[in-house]
C-alpha cells in the first residue's frame, strides 16, 4: 500500500492525475475504470487541462463504468454516467464507441453483468481504477458485507449509501440498488488508486486503513491493503486520523 498525505484536495487530486496521465503515456490503450462522485472532479478538471495543453490523450483509451444507480441512465443529472460525460467525457471527446457504460435503466440488469464482465474479459483486464470511498467504506456499489468473490453485479444500497445519495440529485430521486464491478473487478486492476478529502472521511479511512486494521468485507475498502499496486491518496482532513 502506497500512501500519499497532501494538504490540501488539490494536491491530492494532482497526484491521482499524474498517476492517471503517467498510465496512458506508457500505455496509450489503457483500460480505465473511473469513479463518479464528488471526490474525482477537481482530478478530472485536471485532466481534461493536461489534455487541452496536449500532456496527455485519452482517444485509445476505453472506459468502463464502476457503477451507476438502478432505475438512472446517463440523461439523469445526478447520475454516474452523466457525472463521468459532463466533467470528463465530453470535455476530452472521448468517443462513445470506447465508453461501455452501465444502463442502471435496463430491463435486463443480470444482461448488463455480463455484458461488462465480458467487456473487461475481452479487453484483459482493468489497467488503472481510480476510487472514492463511501463514509461506510464502500468501494463502487459494493456494500459492507459484500461478497468479494463477485465481479458485476446488483446490490440493495446500504442505508447509509441511501442517505448520502440525496447531495447528487436536483429534482431527489428515489434511489434503493446499485449496479457494480464486483470486489473480483477491483483486485484484479493492475493499479488501483483511492482517493479521498476532506474530514467527513476520516474515520471512514482510518477504520480502513490504519496500522493494526486487518482487511474485511464489511468494511470493503479496506481489502485494497491487499493489492499488490495500490495507491492511498489523501489530503491532511481525510488522513488526519491516520497518522
Ligand atoms: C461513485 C462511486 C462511489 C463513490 C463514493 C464516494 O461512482 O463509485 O463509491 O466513490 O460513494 O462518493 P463521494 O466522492 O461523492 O464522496
Redesign the pocket.
Known sequence: MNIHVYPNDLEASAKAAGLIIEQVRNKPDSLFS????????KTFSLLVEAVRQGKADFDQCRFA????WVGLDGSVQGS?RQ?MNDHFFRLVGILDKNIRFFDGKSEDLTRECADMDSFIEGNGRIDMLL?????NG?????EPGVNPDLYSHVTELDPI?KQ?SV??FDPPQAVASGI?LGLRHVMEARTVIL??S?S??AEIVRSAFHDQGSPTERIPASLLREHPNFHLCLDQSAAEQLI
Open positions: 473511473l469513479a463518479a462522485g464528488s471526490t474525482p472532479l463504468s464502476l457503477d451507476e454516474c457525472t476510487l472514492g470511498i463511501g463514509l464502500h468501494l463502487g456499489f459494493n449509501t448520502v447531495k447528487y457494480t482517493l479521498a476532506g467527513h472521511k
